[in-house]
Each structure stands twice: as structure tokens, then as C-alpha cells.
T-cell receptor, first 115, second 112 residues
Framework: DAGVTQSPTHLIKTRGQQVTLRCSPK?????VSWYQQALGQGPQFIFQ???????QRGNFPDRFSGHQFPNYSSELNVNALLLGDSALYLC??????????????FGSGTQLSVL | SQQGEEDPQALSIQEGENATMNCSYK?????LQWYRQNSGRGLVHLIL?????REKHSGRLRVTLDTSKKSSSLLITASRAADTASYFC????????????FGTGTLLAVQP
């Protein structure tokens, strides 16, 4: 049973470019959350997708957008890249339950460097 | 920000010693979770404690929760070099938000 997979592992872009990161959730999971983790910091919540819709959003500009597909996989898109977007981008999957979120399963992340 | 804060930011101990990390948060929670991250890669869930629980054990891990003080602690007993990692607390806030907010993390170094 595959866990959460993310691609690519590493990515180098230049300022102003656009980037797309991909995530396949753990089998049986229907919810995908994206996090940005700067060096030495804790993960910052970007947004969460469930039933192909953005359900929750953190304090990130509209340059950050996403999508969830019918097979529950997800993409994170960042437009007009800034140097400050350099970070580890983590995808996490979970199963929504009525009583609230249980534990998250994380992928290994995509290390994005913006030059 | 609703982010919790861990204390200390960094901790260095010898193998066999116990390690204690603390987490403080700001508002009422549904549950609190602890995660480990090795070498800046994906996080791994360690343990979850619900708001109506005060203490929970899992192997060498012991977690306490004090909702009156809005704080939690993670104790790792008989530490090993393999425990070297960053440890984060994460909280789910009231309501069905299903949004997990992470703290700032404690970097633990266990010297062999």
C-alpha cells in the first residue's frame, strides 16, 4: 500500500516563473492538505482540498492555487515565483471523519529553490 | 497566527537520557498531535491526545495535556541516536475545520 507520493523531489526555478507540484494521497484517503516549510520553521498551512474543492485556506496570496482530481490526487500551483517561495512543500493526506481530523500522512516533500 | 510554540528550540542530550519537549498553544483545541521530522523531509505522526485526555503513552513516548494551561509535553525515555530529529506539536482548533496547525518545533540531538 503506497503512502503519500510527491513529485518532483527537487525543483529549481527563477523569479517570475510558475511551478506545479503534484501529490498522490495514501490509498483510501480523500483529503489533501498542502504545507510550506521554510528552513528552520514549522510547516505553514497553505490550503486543503476535499471533494475537488478548496475547503480551508491559510494566509497565502492568490499566487498559490490548487486542484484536486476525481482520483483524489492534487496539484499545487505557484505563479510569479518570488525568492521567498523557496521552501520545502509538503503534501499530507487524511480521511475526513465527522468528529474532526485525525492524523495526517505526509509525503517526503518537494524542495523548491527560486533563484 | 494560531501556531503553537515548542520549548526549547533545541535540545542536546546523551543516549539513554530522557528528553522533554513542551508545547504551548493559544485557543481551545479538539486534539493535539506530535510529529517527528528527520532531516527536513516528511513528517511522521507519533501520537494524538484528545482534549478530554490528560496523559497518553506509546512505547517510549509519554504525552501530557493541560488544557487549563494550554500546554502539552512530550517525553521520550531512554533516548537513542535514532531519535535525533525535529519534533513538532500540532493542533486542531474548535469546530470541524480539519485544519492542522503546527508549532515551531524542537530540534533534538541525541549524542551516542
Amino acid at each position: 500500500d503506497a503512502g503519500v507520493t510527491q513529485s518532483p523531489t527537487h525543483l529549481i526555478k527563477t523569479r517570475g516563473q510558475q511551478v506545479t507540484l503534484r501529490c498522490s494521497p495514501k490509498s483510501g484517503h480523500d483529503t489533501v492538505s498542502w504545507y510550506q516549510q521554510a528552513l528552520g520553521q514549522g510547516p505553514q498551512f497553505i490550503f486543503q482540498y476535499y471533494e475537488e474543492e478548496e475547503r480551508q485556506r491559510g494566509n497565502f496570496p492568490d499566487r498559490f492555487s490548487g486542484h484536486q482530481f476525481p482520483n483524489y490526487s492534487s496539484e499545487l500551483n505557484v505563479n510569479a515565483l518570488l525568492l521567498g517561495d523557496s521552501a520545502l512543500y509538503l503534501c499530507a493526506s487524511s480521511l475526513v471523519i465527522v468528529s474532526g481530523l485525525e492524523k495526517l500522512f505526509f509525503g517526503s516533500g518537494t524542495q523548491l529553490s527560486v533563484l | 497566527s494560531q501556531q503553537g510554540e515548542e520549548d526549547p528550540q533545541a535540545l542536546s542530550i546523551q543516549e539513554g537520557e530522557n528528553a522533554t519537549m513542551n508545547c504551548s498553544y493559544k485557543t481551545s483545541i479538539n486534539n493535539l498531535q506530535w510529529y517527528r521530522q528527520n532531516s527536513g523531509r516528511g513528517l511522521v505522526h507519533l501520537i494524538l491526545i484528545r482534549s478530554n485526555e490528560r496523559e497518553k503513552h506509546s512505547g517510549r513516548l509519554r504525552v501530557t495535556l493541560d488544557t487549563s494551561k494550554k500546554s502539552s509535553s512530550l517525553l521520550i525515555t531512554a533516548s537513542r541516536a535514532a531519535d535525533t530529529a525535529s519534533y513538532f506539536c500540532a493542533t486542531i482548533y474548535g469546530g470541524a475545520t480539519n485544519k492542522l496547525i503546527f508549532g515551531t518545533g524542537t530540534l533534538l540531538a541525541v549524542q551516542p
